[in-house]
């Protein structure tokens, strides 16, 4: 699974997702899909970027 | 006369009920086109939509038509194959996996004589703003174009998958998200030698270019010879207005966009609602420069609503073709495959086997994951439970799966093959299961009831239940 993060737009406040890998720590400015809006994710409203124990999801009997 | 995507329109609107032509103008870029397509899918019914006067993305009429929900109906996938639509369920499959081992050369014709070559648009006149380009979804970052592109590897073969190309507000730059394998690896190449890399976009021809597009061969294979195949015909091709006779393009097509990808350029592209009917993530993708667009007059433009009814047959007959290729010299006596629409076609895989034998189901299901990767589910039943339907599929697993010991969950051993399918790898999380739902046969246990076969023939509805009562 990739692993994703939520941003709240600093404008108009809509919330869309982005891959956490590509766009959380590199500097990169996000685009708003609903306003168009870029801002970089510190500069986001608000950011949800929660992730599950890698190690408590793959666990199986195969 | 070669198959083309207007011939086939004209086959569904002499049968009629097939198709629905919308006059009424639409405005695709504001969701004009699926808020029809949703109401049309919750209502039940899943004809081929054509949208005859969409606007452009500056609003003004467009000279273009849309075309919608072609693959929303697997009798109608049937059709375009040449294969009976009263049989379109694992019929259909089985002729897809016998195409997928056949191919036929294409055939070279001039420009003057290709029908995608009538009009050529360059330079400042190469305006994606004059297309019409479908928003789909709410979260959708903007218009985006949902059907196939060719690359051409620099070791000689053409590869056609589907793809995304974002419109960038920008009249000639656009972002291409590309999922599959052998079109990264083109990219990649081009990279490497600092070179731009030739990409087209098929905005519309026969409905068996872009369904075949989707056959699983051999990497290396070169997909315009596989696609002649499912058109039974050789595919027809021009050398291109950018690159000549360096890339050539299907001379059938309806319209084509030429581009280059630069290399190095990555800019951001999505969300889109995919066929999951999962948003993918904003991420960093290639540009896609526009350097030419041609079309036949009066073109119609291809659209696909991701996440419904229209995505659903693409990805599952290709796939149940695919494992009907894979299991079969394994499992003689495997029966029928369905990878049904709740899983989109695309996640889970009810697979039919008479005679199973103690351990088979879980090495079929094995087999299923590492040929499909993007698979999450496999459910293995008798040969006497329609795949097709999914209500005996569930009877069959409520009722004779042994949860303690039939049930096999993979962890994250399968995870890296999803890898190259970042689009779909929101829905590969917590692991894949193999359910074995197949009827007890190593201790005494029930009979499913039947009413007797004899008896149902002997007894014909028809002479019983007036007509009006049929549904």
């Excluded at chain 1, 720590?25 to 890698?54: T, Y």
């Excluded at chain 2, 079109?183 to 070179?195: C, I, W």
């Excluded at chain 2, 698979?375 to 799966?401: C, G, K, P, R, S």
């Excluded at chain 2, 399918?421 to 005494?444: L, Q």
Aim: hydrophobic share 40%.
């Amino acid at each position: 699974m990739e692993r994703i993060f939520w941003a709240e737009c600093c404008k108009c406040h809509g919330k869309f997702y982005c891959s956490y890998r590509e766009m959380r720590h590199i500097g990169v400015k996000l685009m708003c899909p609903f306003c168009r809006a870029e801002f970089l994710p510190e500069e986001a409203a608000s950011i949800d970027d929660r992730w599950i124990d890698e190690r408590a999801s793959s666990q199986g009997s195969g | 006369m070669a198959k083309n995507l207007r011939g086939f329109v004209d086959q569904l609107r002499m049968r009629g009920g097939d198709l629905i032509e919308i006059d009424k103008p639409v405005q695709p870029h504001e969701f004009g086109i699926t808020a029809i397509l949703k109401q049309l899918e919750d209502s039940g019914r899943t004809p081929a939509v054509l949208f005859k006067h969409p606007t452009d993305l500056e609003g003004r009429p467009s000279e273009f038509s849309i075309l919608a929900n072609i693959h929303a109906s697997r009798a109608r996938c049937a059709r375009m194959f040449d294969v009976d639509p009263a049989t379109p369920n694992y019929e259909l499959s089985l002729a897809y996996a016998r195409m997928m081992k056949e191919t036929i050369a294409p055939q070279v014709i001039a420009p003057s004589e290709a029908p995608v070559r009538e009009v050529v648009w360059q330079g400042s006149e190469a305006d994606v703003r004059r297309l019409p380009i479908a928003k789909h979804f709410e979260m959708d970052l903007g218009p985006t174009l949902t059907m196939t592109h060719v690359m051409r590897s620099l070791r000689g073969f053409y590869d056609i998958s589907f793809a995304k190309t974002f419109y960038k507000w920008d009249p000639q730059r656009m972002v291409v998200s590309i999922q599959t394998r052998d079109l990264n690896r083109m990219v990649k190449e081009y990279e490497e030698r600092g070179e731009p890399a030739p990409i087209i976009n098929v905005l519309g021809h026969h409905p068996a270019f872009h369904l075949g597009s989707l056959a699983h061969n051999k990497p290396g294979s070169d997909d315009y010879e596989m696609v002649g195949s499912f058109l039974r015909e050789p595919l027809r091709l021009t050398p291109s207005v950018t690159w000549g006779d360096r890339f050539m393009v299907p001379a059938d097509a309806e319209l084509i966009i030429e581009g280059e990808i630069p290399p190095g350029r990555r800019e951001i592209c999505d969300p889109f609602g995919e066929v999951p009917r999962l948003y993918q993530a904003q991420c960093l993708r290639p540009v896609f420069q526009v350097k030419a667009i041609t079309f036949r007059r009066g073109a119609i433009l291809q659209d696909i609503f991701a996440g419904f009814r229209d995505s659903f047959p693409l990805n599952a007959i290709s796939t149940e073709a695919s494992l009907e290729n894979l299991l079969r010299p394994h499992f003689p006596h495997l029966h029928a495959i369905h990878l049904p629409d709740s899983g989109s076609g695309l996640l889970a895989a009810y697979i039919a086997v008479k005679d199973i034998q103690p351990g088979q189901a879980e090495e079929i299901g094995r087999m299923a994951f590492i040929d499909t990767p993007v698979l999450h589910t496999v459910v293995v039943v008798d040969a006497d439970i329609d795949v097709f339907n999914e209500t005996e599929v569930l009877w069959a697993l409520h009722t004779y799966a042994n949860l303690a010991r039939g049930v096999q969950i993979y962890g994250g051993k399968f995870a890296p093959h999803v890898a190259y399918n970042p689009s779909f790898a929101p829905t590969n999380w917590g692991g894949k299961v193999v359910i074995d739902a197949t009827r007890p046969s190593d201790f005494a246990f029930g009979l499913r009831s039947q009413v007797p076969k004899e008896a149902i023939e002997r007894m014909r509805l028809t002479d019983y239940v007036p007509p009006s009562n049929h549904d």
